[in-house]
């Protein structure tokens, strides 16, 4: 359908827009944020978008290649689990068990919104939406007990 330049460009061009509809959301703490790349200061926790011709995903994943320390990060996320799904407001899909493109094992915890398109121009209000309400929650989520995590880890 596109070549690989024509599918860089318009990954590109809508990550751009994406960021440019996200621009003026402050933190919960009131700091300006980059969304695109959300700063959990924890090198094994990250946020994930993404969204493809099928679907629109939020991920929280945990990397690590210690699968000690995977596990315990997993098992305080499980320890969090109704504050946090209370928060994102719609229960996630818990997977102790996944592969990043990579092949590495990881943690995922996801949110998929179904039926969208990226390539689609009537499809990016919807997923952009998704996305930016799917940060605010998290992020709200994330102020209050990273201190939980960065005890774990530090």
Same mark, same amino acid.
């Given at each position: ?60 994943? @945990?990397? &690590? ?16 689990? !109704? %504050? +946090? ?20 094992? @990881?943690? &995922? ?16 209000? !919807? %997923? +952009? ?26």
């Amino acid at each position: 359908m596109y070549s690989k330049e024509e599918r860089k460009a318009i990954h590109t061009a809508y990550w751009n827009r994406f960021r440019s509809f996200v621009s003026s959301m402050r933190s919960s703490s009131g700091r300006k944020t980059n969304w695109l790349n959300y700063p959990t200061r924890l090198k094994e926790i990250h946020v994930r978008l993404d969204v493809n011709n099928q679907r629109a995903r939020f991920s929280v994943d @945990i990397q &690590s290649t210690d699968e000690g320390v995977r596990a315990l990060i997993w098992e305080q996320f499980l320890e969090l689990r !109704k %504050v +946090f799904e209370k928060e994102m407001k719609t229960p996630g899909v818990w997977s102790a068990k996944e592969f990043n493109t990579a092949g590495q094992e @990881i943690c &995922s915890i996801y949110w998929d919104l179904n039926d969208v398109n990226m390539y689609e121009p009537k499809d990016e209000k !919807k %997923v +952009f939406g998704f996305f930016r309400e799917r940060l605010k929650n998290f992020d709200r989520f994330y102020e209050e007990y990273n201190e939980i995590l960065f005890g774990l880890i530090n």
